[in-house]
């Protein structure tokens, strides 16, 4: 009767290597929209295998149905994810990253790995910006949910300054129009192009680097800094949360409340 619960050697290779693929799939849809979706489905995927080892064949029948048609379901939810996790495999410094340089699992950070940003040198760059009405739309995470942009851009991994940062957006350089790319401390990239974001929820006086800005909300953990063109205003973004006009004497402090939450 409870044949079902012997575990051999291979079974526990089979556990530990599924265990790995869904840890990475939760990293990449993390902080989205599509991580409620991705728990949902997941869990009903538990109850029919937990169904099917006690033998309740009706409910088992039923839910494996359910299953059979969610492929196609996830496959149109999912497309976006799908796409980025696809373009995640086929980049060379996959494997490198993932499974040479460090745990797959990636449990805890590294010491030293980690380098916190410097809100500082980014809260300056935002003020002389906005002081200059230059555009600019910054975005900063910590995870790697953003690495699916950096191919749209020019590369850059250089360390985050405030001197850096305003040359890049400079109306004359030929990579202001664009978005920077921030990780840990380290402008990864510039220029890059961003999902426009389809919602009606924005005003339509936004420009399209708003509209960006909300799209790479909507499909990670980011944080999105906008600072406007037309009006020196200084806006951030994150998880679909907008909030606009913040004063250049509270941005540092919002900044760092933002990363803290995330």
Not at 178 to 182: E, K, N, Q, R, S
């Given at each position: 009767m409870l044949q079902f619960i012997s575990i051999g050697f291979l079974?526990?290779?089979?556990?530990?290597?599924?265990?790995a693929l869904i840890y990475q799939v939760y990293q990449m849809v993390r902080g989205t929209i599509a991580i409620r979706i991705f728990v949902g489905i997941f869990t009903i995927y538990l109850f029919w295998k937990?169904?099917?080892?006690?033998h309740m064949e009706l409910l088992s029948e039923i839910l494996g149905?359910?299953?059979g048609v969610g492929v196609i379901v996830l496959i149109i939810v999912f497309q976006q994810e799908l796409r980025n996790f696809l373009l995640m495999i086929g980049n060379t410094n996959f494997l490198?990253?993932?499974?040479?340089?460090?745990?797959i699992f990636h449990f805890g950070k590294k010491e030293g790995e980690e380098i916190p940003l410097n809100i500082d040198e980014v809260t300056r760059a935002c003020i002389n910006m906005s002081n200059s009405k230059t555009g600019a739309l910054i975005i900063i995470s910590y995870s790697h949910d953003i690495d699916i942009y950096l191919g749209s851009g020019e590369i850059i991994n250089a360390r985050v300054s405030s001197a850096l940062l305003e040359s890049v957006f400079w109306k004359n350089t030929p990579l202001h129009d664009?978005?920077?790319?921030?990780r840990d401390n380290t402008i990864l990239a510039a220029r890059c192009v961003l999902p426009v974001s389809e919602s009606s929820d924005l005003s339509a006086s936004l420009g399209m680097?708003?509209?960006?800005?909300?799209?790479?909300?909507e499909q990670s953990s980011a944080i999105s800094l906008i600072v406007s063109e037309q009006t020196g205003a200084i806006?951030?973004?994150k998880e679909g949360k907008f909030k606009q006009n913040i004063s250049k004497?509270?941005?540092?402090?919002?900044l760092r409340h933002l990363l803290k939450k995330g």
């Open positions: 079974d526990v290779i089979d556990i530990v290597l599924v265990a937990i169904v099917e080892a006690l149905q359910f299953i490198n990253q993932s499974l040479f340089k460090g745990n664009g978005a920077v790319l921030i680097r708003h509209r960006a800005a909300m799209g790479v909300s806006s951030t973004i004497s509270n941005l540092a402090a919002h």
